[in-house]
């Protein structure tokens, strides 16, 4: 075999190189161990250039091969703003800023949900309000009839912003909600709509942004609000407000306070000149979500009179598309316009589409 024309061992390349170095140190320097022939029977690349540093009195090089640590992987957090400081959970969306666009990239103009829209397949009332009807039970020579106590009732409620500033810190509201209890079980009154409840709003909303305590205020309303039942006497009701209201959240819970002022009528034109007394100058309403469920309530009174209501419901998460269950109770005064000043304890179950927090889309 032709010894020149075989290329040269690794190990035999590495030992020249490292006697190279060896002796061509500067005086004073190392002296060559006896076992240098040993670093040539190491096999491993690294170990062996280790070997012979040592050996000529040089400084061990960097590992080249040394796979880099890796840092623990987190997920990324929200951009700082001036004067914050990065938390270890972030903090979960606004359910306010969602539902009142407060949110840079939602439309600035647009038309969403606005109070829960909901169908109530069944609605049973402890005590049916007969009274108001007597008069035209009587004029339909039918003094003997009454309402069923189990009814259908449905809303539909919706809102469009008519402007608001580039950052939507800042919009305009126009609002319309209208209530229907539906007698449509009670065939021998020819099913009729019990009562009708209309109410258009025109809101102007702001977001402060200042947090406190744990709680960030994120919410506050200044508007009108009309609301009647669109009858003639002696079933007519109606009334209205100006309203403010402030919204409060931390995490999964939002607090919402209205207070209202009762614009005045005169006298002979006030349809329930009482109904403060019942309704009160205010409510408060707690939402809360968790895990796709929506529970709220609500409450209201007048202290004076010791009369008021509350209202409790619950949304399951989304079941076919974006039906959701539904379920509502009540107790006390003003289930309707017309029950303003009629005390009874109802309960309805049904469908929802939203509930009172839910809100704008980002824009496209």
């Not at 990239?105 to 049916?128: C, E, G, K, M, W």
Request: hydrophobic letters at 35%.
């Amino acid at each position: 075999m032709n010894t020149r024309s075989q290329r040269p061992r690794p190990a035999a390349l590495l030992t020249l190189i490292g006697l190279g170095a060896v002796c061509c140190a500067p005086v004073g320097a190392r002296s060559l161990p006896a076992d240098l022939a040993g670093c040539a029977a190491v096999t491993a690349d690294r170990e062996r250039l280790a070997c012979y540093d040592r050996a000529s009195g040089r400084p061990a090089a960097p590992a080249l091969d040394t796979a880099p640590v890796s840092a623990p992987m987190t997920a990324p957090s929200a951009p700082l703003t001036a004067g914050s400081t990065r938390t270890a959970t972030p903090a979960p969306p606004s359910m306010i800023d969602n539902a009142w666009g407060f949110n840079p990239d939602s439309s600035r103009y647009t038309i969403v949900f606005h109070r829960p829209n909901y169908l109530q397949v069944a609605r049973y009332s402890s005590q049916p309000n007969n009274t108001p009807f007597k008069q035209l039970f009587d004029a339909a020579q039918a003094p003997d009839a009454e309402l069923d106590a189990t009814e259908a009732r449905f809303q539909i409620s919706f809102k469009a912003r008519l402007w608001s500033t580039e950052d939507r810190r800042f919009g305009v509201w126009a609002a319309y909600t209208q209530q229907s209890q539906w007698q449509v079980y009670n065939g021998e009154l020819s099913r009729p709509f019990r009562e009708n409840n209309y109410m258009p709003e025109l809101i102007g909303s702001f977001r402060p942004g200042i947090a406190f305590w744990g709680w960030r205020w994120q919410l506050f309303n200044v508007g009108y609000t009309h609301q009647s039942n669109g009858r003639a006497d002696p079933i007519s009701r109606s009334w209205d407000r100006l309203i403010a209201e402030f919204g409060v959240e931390r995490d999964n819970l939002a607090l919402l306070l209205r207070t209202w002022y009762r614009l005045p009528e005169d006298d002979q034109d006030d349809d329930n000149p009482d109904i403060e007394d019942y309704f009160g100058y205010g409510d408060l309403t707690a939402v809360y979500k968790w895990r796709g469920h929506s529970f709220t309530f609500t409450g209201r009174g007048n202290l004076d009179t010791g009369k008021g209501a509350a209202q409790f419901s619950w949304m399951s998460p989304p079941l076919f598309g974006p039906l959701r269950g539904y379920l509502q109770a009540f107790t006390g005064y003003g289930d309707s316009m017309i029950d303003y000043n009629w005390n009874q304890n109802s309960v309805g179950i049904g469908i929802a589409l939203n509930d009172l927090l839910d809100g704008p889309q980002p824009q496209e």
